[in-house]
Structure formats: structure tokens, C-alpha cells
């Protein structure tokens, strides 16, 4: 009788941490992107074309200004991360001064 009793214990106790399982199982978690026809990072030479894209960007301010040159810019400066998480400076493209926007997908807009 008591090995009985112990075994509908520890049965319970099992169907227990089973359903606590099932239970955190099905609390689906956000999506990485929660909007699709923004990607994480560009293509390569296509730039999204709602950029730049607010977001939460992690270039360095070396790093943006080395991905704003290798897109065809010279003479980058002044880069300043606004408050969308979006650098923007001035730089030199085909002889021209430029408004620059590097966004955390990779996109680099000029305006």
C-alpha cells in the first residue's frame, strides 16, 4: 500500500513539472523582427528603402564612419547618434558635401 501511494506521489509530482513545462512552453515570445520588410542588416548595395530605419544601432562611431567610406564617401565627419539611434554627419561624395545617415541596418542615405 505505501509503495502504492509512493508511486501515485511521485506520478503526480512528475505529471506536475510536465505541465509547469508545457505551460512556459506555450508562452510564445515577441518575434526578432517585428516588422519583416525591416531586416536587420542591408543587402549587399541595396539599401532598405524606408531608410534610414529607426532603431536601436550598435556602430561605434569608428565603425559608422568606415561603413559610411566604404559605401564611395571621403572627408566623413561631424557623426553625432540622434536620438533614433541613427549616426549623421557630413561628408564628401563625387566633389559634392553631403548630409550623410547611417541607420543600424547598414544603410547609408545621403540628403
Same mark, same amino acid.
Do not use: M
Given at each position: 500500500m505505501k509503495q502504492l501511494f509512493a508511486a501515485s506521489v511521485i506520478a503526480t509530482m512528475a505529471g506536475m513539472a510536465l505541465a509547469g513545462g508545457a505551460l512556459a512552453?506555450?508562452? $510564445? &515570445? /515577441? &518575434? &526578432? =523582427?517585428?516588422? &519583416?520588410?525591416?531586416p536587420a542588416? $542591408?543587402? /549587399? =548595395?541595396?539599401? =532598405?528603402p524606408g531608410a534610414p530605419a529607426a532603431g536601436a544601432n550598435s556602430f561605434t562611431r569608428a565603425q559608422a564612419k568606415a561603413h559610411i567610406e566604404k559605401a564611395g564617401y571621403s572627408n566623413v565627419s561631424g557623426l553625432i547618434k540622434d536620438k533614433n539611434g541613427i549616426w549623421r554627419g557630413t561628408a564628401n561624395k563625387d566633389g559634392h558635401n553631403v548630409n550623410v545617415a547611417l541607420d543600424y541596418q547598414g544603410n547609408v542615405v545621403a540628403r
Open positions: 512552453q506555450n508562452t $510564445a &515570445a /515577441p &518575434a &526578432a =523582427n517585428q516588422h &519583416a520588410s525591416t542588416i $542591408a543587402s /549587399p =548595395n541595396v539599401n =532598405n
